[in-house]
T-cell receptor, first 114, second 113 residues
């Protein structure tokens, strides 16, 4: 158990809908990262927050947004969902700003868009 | 060309075999190199981390980095059925905007008893 929690574990929704994925980092970790894992693209970095501020951005679509709250938990919002958004979404956390910090991954949320 | 390429697999070996997993990369800014292991239905976990060319050993695992060739490898000695998992290489430029991890697509390893 990495200490990172994610809810829900599974989510099934229809195209065009909006969903929110939630992540609680390990105690003491200030950075939260979001990743998308699909069979064809592999594990791709979406976005990082450090202590409430956006720190780095990856291949995140404009339909997706995230935030980190004062208690350091984070939410990833996915809107206008398409079939291609079906994937595993992982949250990871680390102590510092990133780079060489070890990232601890949560168990993931499996999103299925029908 | 993708920034990180990883042998696609899958790979199946008998117990006790030596396993070699490889990744190549194109971005010279990458300075930190990692191997993650991901069991089925779990999140990735860090296995090995190195930042310099050469070898780093941890038990049955050896990570090798060749920056001149932009090539990294993970060797598993005396492989065990419990090593059956997906292995992902990951790389980072280190700090600031380059701190994000770029992953290979992963290779699924199966160790047969």
């Amino acid at each position: 158990d990495s200490g990172v929690t994610q809810t829900p574990k599974h989510l099934i929704t229809a195209t065009g809908q909006r969903v929110t994925l939630r992540c609680s980092p390990r105690s003491g970790d200030l950075s939260v990262y979001w990743y998308q894992q699909s069979l064809d693209q592999g594990l791709q970095f979406l976005i990082q927050y450090y202590n409430g501020e956006e720190r780095a951005k990856g291949n995140i679509l404009e339909r997706f947004s995230a935030q980190q709250f004062p208690d350091l938990h984070s939410e990833l919002n996915l809107s206008s969902l398409e079939l291609g958004d079906s994937a595993l979404y992982f949250c990871a956390s680390s102590v510092g700003r990133g780079g060489i910090d070890e990232q601890y991954f949560g168990p993931g949320t499996r999103l299925t868009v029908t | 060309q993708k920034e990180v390429e990883q042998d696609p697999g899958p790979l199946s070996v008998p117990e006790g075999a030596i396993v070699s997993l490889n990744c190549t990369y194109s971005n010279s800014a990458f300075q930190y190199f990692m191997w993650y292991r991901q069991y089925s239905r779990k999140g990735p976990e860090l296995l090995m981390y190195t930042y310099s060319s050469g070898n780093k050993e941890d038990g049955r695992f050896t990570a090798q980095v060749d920056k001149s060739s932009k090539y990294i490898s993970l060797f598993i000695r005396d492989s065990q059925p419990s090593d059956s998992a997906t292995y992902l290489c990951a790389m980072s430029g280190g700090t600031g905007a380059n701190s994000k991890l770029t992953f290979g697509k992963g290779i699924t390893l199966s160790v047969r008893p």
